[in-house]
């Protein structure tokens, strides 16, 4: 789904933006929801040739990175409780065999991948835009969100109809279709329970963009 989405991503920008320079910001949780993380991973990082890429980070990949750097059974646990086994398997790593060896997981993975990892963003600012992985605390200051929040938080965000100054692009919470408010637009279709992949088309202001959003989905 991701590579026929970046394919989708390609053929719009040379039929609408052929002399402009594109960015495709990945919004997290490229693992764990099926069983080619690891290619998921490797398809992000390659990104596309016209395009600069921007990666954040989501719960999933916190949770990952947290393995990687603990052999406690709890971090672990977390981790495969939220389907941290499918990315194991995706990896050939057999957690029965080899325990919870941070180690061997990095090992795993590659230097390549823990490094991509370890350097995931928070959060990204547009112009009018801020994108992240599951939303911000309505009642604190752009300037002094925390992590915890923005790849976590859910209810609070969700049912919050702050103006927070800008606009909030998001995925975490998944629906049946993009989620637009006056406030954020939520882009998580679903892709990784049998819905669509989508991606929101930045190309105008904020006021514009949710008035009249453009996606780009497959499935």
Same mark, same amino acid.
């Given at each position: ?33 099926? #069983? !080619? ?22 719960? &999933?990949?916190? %949770? ?10 709890? +971090? ?21 065999? @080899? ?5 061997? %997981? ?11 990892? @370890?350097? %995931? ?6 112009? !009018?835009?801020?994108?992240? &992985? ?37 995925? &975490?919470? #998944? &629906? ?6 006056? @406030? ?17 088309? +930045? ?14 989905? +497959?499935?």
């Amino acid at each position: 789904m991701l590579d026929r989405l970046l394919a989708a991503i390609e053929s719009r920008h040379e039929w609408k933006s052929t002399n402009l320079s594109g960015r495709i910001i990945f919004l997290g949780d490229y693992i764990d929801r099926g #069983p !080619d993380s690891l290619k998921v991973i490797d398809l992000a990082m390659k990104g596309l040739a016209k395009f600069s890429s921007v990666y954040l980070k989501g719960n &999933h990949e916190q %949770l990952l990175i947290d393995a990687t750097k603990s052999d406690e059974r709890y +971090v672990w646990n977390n981790w495969m409780s939220a389907g941290g086994e499918v990315t194991l398997k995706s990896l050939g790593y057999d957690i029965f065999t @080899n325990g919870y060896d941070p180690d061997l %997981l990095r090992e795993s993975l590659g230097k390549d991948r823990v490094d991509w990892l @370890n350097k %995931l963003l928070t959060s990204y600012q547009l112009e !009018d835009i801020i994108c992240v &992985h599951a939303g911000l605390n309505p009642d604190v200051p752009i300037s002094e969100q925390i992590e915890k929040d923005m790849l976590w938080i859910r209810k609070r965000f969700l049912e919050s109809d702050h103006d927070f100054g800008i606009g909030v692009v998001h995925g &975490h919470t #998944p &629906h049946d279709r993009p989620i637009v408010k006056s @406030n954020r637009i939520c882009v998580d279709t679903g892709a990784g329970m049998g819905g669509e992949l989508t991606a929101l088309v +930045v190309d105008k202001p904020w006021a514009e963009i949710v008035i009249q959003p453009n996606f780009i989905s +497959v499935v």
